[in-house]
């Protein structure tokens, strides 16, 4: 019979097994010291035509009401990386994140196979699988478990591997050992908020989504807002510049996941590409992409708005 310190162990080796960047462990419990943070973001407006960030606010802060009956938040970072350099501001951007396949369909398979192995040594095991997909405050998990800082740009950062990477938990009824946060090392450094085009950092460790490149190409389905005309800087879905700043991020190293990798040359694509890029192209272009997220007319829109005065 293993102990929890043992099973704790074993998770987390299983984790790093099954391709996941690094493991953590929390108790399941409410998030008293998010719960002033986030009243207050939603009531600056922060969160835009986020609404959705607005519902399950009481479920957003303590998963038991989510997962009736669990006992720990099993905190799992998975890469993304790459060493493909973005372009030029006079040509078409998209984050890094979305060259390859959508990123929920390949981390959800990789918990599943997870959670199947955590039943294999214990039993059954009442948990649910998680990525990005349910209101929970994933870098609020991640960091209580040790995996990083919340760092001045709203990213979770790792000292060892930057914060170019995914974050999603399996929430299940075991009592586990439970891992405790790390420290700031963001000190003095405003390169995050020196970087950002649009001033969506003006307030550190404090994002105004409504400011934000990527919010505006992908969370937005109105009209880009005309603050955003000619600090676009290029990007039509996403936007990597306050990752691409950061100094902890000279440590993260290229993910090793065949899904991730650009099999479309999506990066190759040229502006004259993108812009005469039609409905039934993109379609089975992006069929498995992120990017299918904001749709035909959004990428459209988007890449109107970054060029029109190009």
Same mark, same amino acid.
């Given at each position: 019979?293993?102990? #929890?310190?043992?099973?704790?162990?074993?998770?987390? $080796?299983?984790?790093?097994? &099954?391709?996941?960047?690094?493991?953590?462990?929390?108790?399941?419990?409410?998030? *008293?010291?998010?719960?002033?943070?986030?009243?207050?973001?939603?009531?600056?407006?922060?969160?835009?035509?986020? /609404?959705?960030?607005?519902?399950?606010?009481?479920?957003?802060?303590?998963?038991?009401?989510? &997962?009736?009956?669990?006992?720990?938040? @099993?905190?799992?970072? !998975?890469?993304? =990386?790459?060493?493909?350099?973005?372009?030029?501001? =006079?040509?078409?951007?998209?984050? $890094?994140?979305?060259?390859?396949?959508?990123?929920?369909? &390949?981390?959800?398979?990789?918990?599943?196979?997870?959670?199947?192995? @955590?039943?294999?040594? &214990?039993?059954?095991?009442?948990?649910?699988?998680?990525?990005? *997909?349910? %209101? @929970?405050?994933?870098?609020?998990?991640?960091?209580?478990?040790?995996?990083?800082?919340?760092?001045?740009?709203?990213?979770?950062?790792?000292?060892?591997?930057?914060?170019?990477? !995914?974050?999603?938990?399996?929430?299940?009824?075991?009592?586990?050992?439970?891992?405790?946060?790390?420290?700031?090392? +963001?000190?003095?450094?405003?390169? +995050?908020?020196? *970087?950002?085009?649009?001033?969506?950092?003006?307030?550190? =460790?404090?994002?105004?989504?409504?400011?934000?490149?990527?919010?505006?190409? @992908?969370?937005?389905?109105?009209?880009?807002?005309?603050? !955003? #005309?000619?600090?676009?800087?290029?990007?039509?879905?996403?936007?990597?510049?306050?990752?691409?700043?950061?100094?902890?991020? #000279?440590?993260?190293?290229?993910?090793?996941? %065949?899904? !991730?990798?650009?099999?479309?040359?999506?990066?190759?694509?040229?502006?004259?590409?993108?812009?005469?890029?039609?409905?039934?192209?993109?379609?089975?272009?992006?069929?498995? *992409?992120?990017?299918? /997220?904001?749709?035909?007319?959004?990428?459209?829109?988007?890449?109107?708005?970054?060029?029109?005065?190009?």
């Amino acid at each position: 019979m293993l102990d #929890k310190c043992q099973l704790s162990e074993i998770i987390k $080796s299983e984790a790093l097994s &099954v391709g996941f960047l690094s493991c953590g462990i929390s108790k399941a419990e409410f998030l *008293s010291e998010e719960a002033t943070k986030l009243e207050s973001w939603l009531k600056s407006g922060f969160n835009g035509e986020m /609404r959705y960030m607005e519902r399950n606010f009481d479920k957003r802060l303590d998963p038991r009401l989510l &997962v009736p009956g669990c006992k720990s938040v @099993i905190s799992l970072l !998975f890469n993304y =990386y790459t060493e493909k350099k973005a372009k030029k501001d =006079y040509e078409p951007k998209i984050s $890094s994140y979305a060259y390859g396949k959508d990123y929920h369909f &390949v981390i959800k398979e990789k918990l599943k196979e997870l959670l199947s192995r @955590i039943k294999n040594l &214990v039993g059954d095991v009442n948990g649910r699988v998680f990525v990005d *997909s349910a %209101p @929970i405050m994933e870098r609020a998990w991640a960091k209580k478990s040790g995996l990083g800082w919340i760092g001045k740009n709203t990213n979770l950062i790792n000292k060892k591997t930057g914060s170019f990477f !995914f974050i999603a938990e399996l929430i299940v009824d075991l009592e586990l050992e439970y891992d405790h946060p790390t420290t700031d090392h +963001c000190g003095s450094c405003t390169a +995050c908020i020196d *970087s950002c085009p649009t001033n969506a950092l003006a307030t550190p =460790y404090r994002m105004d989504a409504t400011k934000c490149i990527s919010y505006a190409t @992908i969370e937005l389905k109105n009209n880009i807002p005309n603050s !955003f #005309k000619d600090n676009m800087k290029g990007w039509i879905f996403g936007c990597d510049i306050c990752q691409d700043v950061c100094p902890w991020n #000279k440590f993260s190293k290229n993910h090793n996941e %065949p899904s !991730f990798e650009d099999k479309k040359n999506i990066s190759d694509m040229s502006k004259k590409q993108w812009e005469d890029l039609t409905k039934e192209v993109f379609d089975k272009v992006f069929k498995d *992409s992120p990017i299918k /997220r904001t749709g035909y007319s959004g990428i459209k829109r988007n890449i109107n708005f970054a060029f029109s005065s190009k």
